[in-house]
Each structure stands twice: as structure tokens, then as C-alpha cells.
């Protein structure tokens, strides 16, 4: 892998790009790819003259990468933000290169632990690294941890397991350890013993892993079987996003979601029905169009949970100002409604722009969502037996909401969505992929409900019990568990990613320290 000429770089570059975003969610998503889909790019790094050089190709990497995972971006711009493609396209170039940039890094760092650090440990100082890397984006400038590596297991239920002891963080660093172990045997530089120990560890914890997986597969199977069970309807509507909002189409939208949910008449009445994200075109405090919705729900003995609108009109000093929500409304048969919960993590320029001071061309897309306010978790929400902790649109790619909402009492999760903003891209498959890891790491149901799809229903085990398609109307019941306690994740296990990139920063430091004294070995 020395003294690469130009095309062989860029073959190495290219290849380890396209395998990757064929083995993940959204495309093709065949996930073996992940055994080897990153050596290209760690032969491309190993070879390469600096640590600068390496940062260039991580950066040109992330780039290509991102732009196939994230191009659905310039035509929700387009479309619903109302920018044109001139800005819109600038737009998602800003992003792509700020989500290359944690590439970038992972190259560089990469390069001085491979070249100077301790060849012993290399592989599992360079995915302790990805990790770190990983953690670090998931929540500086709001985080955005899209597609992580280890979401490509998502469709391998038995594989998941892991996830309850140190979430899917634990998948993506096994991952970046079995890639880095094939690049340190095929890379002539490397010692026997360094291969030897390579794979001595790669095999070590990939039988801990498998071990623990089949273990847990049986405990939690046991525990599913034995749990109380509370039958829970979704509906999805398949509202278009260009007509959901115009006056004259909201009763249209109102009903139908009542004709959908009325048809939810199954061998036992769903304690809860849940809608998606913003099923009320309309806020629910000042508005007539609320009257069905409460009828229907006053005809039945269920729950309604439904995504809807809300403001808040507060006095600051002589200045009247008026602040917007995004949330979920809670209606019980007979009791009007309850504001249940606010979302608490917000769309990134959706419903706010980060760094909006320094990006003003940005602006119209806030003023086309209301420039929300976020809220917090608080008390899950109450149905019957269930305690519902609710993620609202991408609050599901974010585990700690999950742990959150667990820790505070919930013994299920449910996700209120609105993929219509996507059209047919990958994007709702991929975020569908991410929200099936919440239900492990928890070890909770987890029912989702979207404007279109993917609907369906999660097992604590990360089986899914039943989806929608997509751009159809969907209405379907179901029995799931209820399961209680804290998973090793919740109450310890999330620390696992920072933990790796500390681990990491102290292996560069010590990497670069002995470049510094000319170690060799």
C-alpha cells in the first residue's frame, strides 16, 4: 500500500466511500459490507507522507460521503424552506463540510497513532478515536450524529444486543476495530506480534460480544413474554406537506386521522392512539377544528397522543412576544386536553439555524418554521399502564433523549415524525434504521408514528413487529410490552463514547511524544 500513484489513491478513497454508503441504512443497506468497507481508506492514510496529507484525504472522503448520505437536504430547502438552489445548495455544502471536518480529524489522528504510537494497539486506538469522534458530533452546535457507522446493524436483531450495555457506539467502535485489524495484516510494516495481538483482541471481544448477545437475546426474550402488554394504535395519514397546512384542507386532515383511528377496532380497544408529528395543522387552543378530535375522543375509552402546534404570548417589559412549540397533546376521554411535552432537541435549520449571527442568508428557513422553543423532559406521559416518553421528529437519533426518558419513569417510548419533508430519499429509512437502536438501549417498546412513512412498532429486543410503507395511509393496532428497570446503558453504559475519546487524545499525545524522540521500532 506504499508509493500509491494518483488513481490508486483516489481507488482507495472512492472504493472505501461507496462501500460504506452501501452497506448502511437508505440504499442498499447490506450491512456485511461493514467487515472491510473502511480498509481502503486506513491503506490510503497509512500511506500517506503527513499528518496534513492524511487530514486532506479523511476531508475529501467525508465529503464524498456525505454528499450521497445527506443530498435530500437541497430539495427539502427548496421545497419547504422556500430558499432557491443557489442558497440551498451552499447550504448543504456547509454542512457536508462541517460533518467532513470530524473525518478529517479521524484521518489525522489516525495517521500519528499509526505512525508513531504504539503498533500494539493501534486498531483499538484507532476506533476508540472514530468513537470519540462520533460522541463529539452528536452534540457540539446541537449535535447532529446522522448515520453513525454502527446504525448498518440495524436489520440484525440478534446482533443489537450489545447496544443495552454501551449503545450503538459500541457496534461502530467493533466495527473501526475489525477494519483497523485486516489493514495492520495487510500492511507489510507491521510485526507478527503485532498482528498476533491484533487479532487476539479482535477475537477476544468479538466472542465477548457474541457471547453477551445471545445471552441477553434469551434474558430479555423471557422478560418480553412475561411483561404486561398494552395494545397501542397508529395512525398514519400520508397527508401531503403542500396541502397539510392550507385552511382550506385542515378539516380534510382532521378527518381523515378520525377515520383512520376509528377503524383501530381490534379484540381489545388501543389504550392509546397516537398520531405523528403536527397531525393538527392547527393550534389546538384557539381553534374550532379541535372539536372533532375531542368528540372522537370522548366516544372512546383511548388515549389520544398526537404532534400539534402550540404558542405562548408572554410580556417582556412594554414588548408582547409570542413564542412557538413543537409538541405533543395529550387527550383523555371526557378531560379535555393536556400539552404533554415540547421537543426538546430541535431540527437544525428546521426549526432554528445554529450559529444563526454568522449565517443570515439562513434566516428564511426559521421564518418559515416559527423559530421554535425548545422545552425539556419532564414526567412520561399516562395512558392506562403506560408511561409513554415521547421523541419528537430526530429527537430518536439521540440516545440520551431515550435514557432521559427512561430514567424519568417511561416503560415506553414513542416517536412522533414527519417524513413527508423528505420525498422518496433514503432519509427516512435511514432515520427509521437509528430509532430501532433506541428500543434496545433501553430495553422499551417503541411505537412510531409518522405523517407518511415508515410507521410501526418496536420490540424491546429491536425486532420490528410492523411497519408501513411509504406515501400510503396506514392505520394499525397492537399489543406491546411494558418493561421496566434500567439497562446498564441508561444508568452507565452512555459513557462509553466519551470515555473512548478521552482514551484517544491521550494515545495521540503519546504517539506524537514519541515522533518527538525519534522512536523506532
Known amino acids: 500500500m506504499e508509493n500509491q500513484s494518483v488513481p490508486i489513491r483516489g481507488g482507495l478513497l472512492i472504493s ?76 448543504l455544502l456547509l454542512l457536508v463540510m462541517y460533518m467532513s471536518s ?30 470519540g469522534l462520533d460522541w463529539l458530533r452528536s452534540w457540539l452546535i446541537s449535535g447532529f450524529p446522522w448515520m453513525d457507522i454502527g446504525y448498518g446493524l440495524w436489520a440484525q436483531p440478534r446482533l443489537l444486543q450489545l447496544a443495552d450495555l454501551v449503545g450503538h457506539h459500541g457496534h ?84 381523515d386521522y378520525v377515520r383512520l383511528s376509528d377503524s383501530l377496532s381490534a379484540e381489545r380497544e388501543p389504550v392509546l392512539i397516537v398520531w405523528p408529528e403536527t397531525a393538527l395543522p392547527f393550534y389546538p387552543r384557539r381553534d374550532d377544528l379541535l372539536k372533532p378530535v375531542s368528540d372522537f375522543v370522548d366516544s372512546r375509552t383511548t388515549v389520544l397522543l398526537s404532534g400539534a402546534p402550540w404558542f405562548e404570548v408572554e410580556q417582556n417589559g412594554g414588548e408582547r412576544l409570542v413564542r412557538y412549540f413543537n409538541g405533543a397533546l395529550l387527550m383523555k376521554p371526557g378531560a379535555g386536553f393536556d400539552f404533554g411535552y415540547i421537543n426538546s432537541h430541535q ?41 409513554a416518553g415521547v421523541l419528537i421528529c430526530f429527537e430518536s437519533i439521540f440516545p440520551d433523549l431515550g435514557r432521559a426518558w427512561v430514567e424519568s ?32 438501549e433501553t430495553r422499551r417498546s417503541l411505537v412510531r408514528s409518522a405523517n407518511t412513512g415508515i410507521s410501526g412498532f418496536i420490540d424491546p429486543l429491536g425486532r420490528v413487529l410492523s411497519e408501513s410503507d411509504m406515501f400510503v395511509e396506514w392505520a394499525a393496532a397492537l399489543a406491546v ?41
Not at 68 to 74: D, F, T
Not at 238 to 252: I, M, Y
Not at 409 to 428: C, E, I, Q, R
Open 409 to 440: 419513569g417511561a416503560n415506553m417510548l414513542v416517536n412522533l415524525t414527519n417524513d413527508a419533508w423528505y420525498g422518496k430519499s433514503s432519509a427516512p429509512h435511514q432515520s427509521w434504521a437509528m430509532t430501532v437502536y433506541r428500543s434496545v
Open 347 to 387: 431540527v437544525p435549520y428546521g426549526e432554528y439555524v445554529p450559529l444563526k449571527k454568522y449565517l443570515p442568508f439562513l434566516a428564511p428557513l426559521v421564518e418559515a418554521a416559527g423559530d421554535v422553543t425548545p422545552g425539556i423532559v419532564g414526567e412520561p406521559l399516562k395512558a392506562g399502564p403506560i408511561r
Open 16 to 91: 472505501s466511500v461507496l462501500l460504506t454508503w452501501l452497506a448502511l441504512p437508505g440504499n442498499f443497506s447490506f450491512w456485511p459490507l461493514l467487515s472491510f468497507c473502511l480498509v481502503p481508506l486506513l491503506g490510503l492514510l497509512g500511506a500517506a507522507p503527513s499528518a496534513a496529507k492524511s487530514l486532506v484525504y479523511g476531508f475529501i472522503s467525508g465529503v464524498l460521503f456525505y454528499l450521497l448520505q445527506l443530498y435530500w437536504i437541497v430539495p427539502v430547502l427548496q421545497q419547504y424552506g422556500g430558499l432557491s438552489w443557489y442558497l440551498a445548495v451552499p447550504a
Open 172 to 255: 461502530t467502535f467493533l466495527i473501526v476495530l475489525l477494519n483497523a485489524t485486516i489493514f495492520a495484516l495487510l500492511h507489510r510494516s507491521y510485526r507478527a506480534k503485532d498482528r498476533v495481538a491484533g487479532v487476539v483482541v479482535l477475537a477476544c471481544l468479538g466472542a465477548l460480544s457474541a457471547w453477551y448477545s445471545v445471552d441477553r437475546w434469551q434474558t430479555v426474550e423471557t422478560l418480553v413474554d412475561k411483561a404486561p402488554d398494552a395494545v397501542v394504535g397508529v395512525a398514519q395519514g400520508n397527508v401531503e406537506q403542500t396541502r397539510k397546512w392550507s385552511p382550506e384542507e385542515r378539516l380534510r386532515t382532521v378527518k
Open 102 to 131: 470530524y473525518l478529517a480529524l479521524f484521518a489525522a489522528g489516525f495517521y500519528l497513532i499509526h505512525s508513531g504510537g504504539p503498533r500494539l494497539i493501534m486498531p483499538v486506538a484507532a476506533a476508540a478515536l472514530w468513537v
Open 481 to 521: 410490552p411494558l418493561l421496566d428497570g434500567e439497562t446498564y446503558f441508561v444508568r452507565a453504559g452512555y459513557r462509553f463514547a466519551p470515555i473512548c475519546g478521552a482514551a484517544a487524545v491521550v494515545l495521540i499525545i503519546v504517539s506524537l511524544r514519541r515522533r518527538n524522540r525519534g522512536a523506532h521500532r
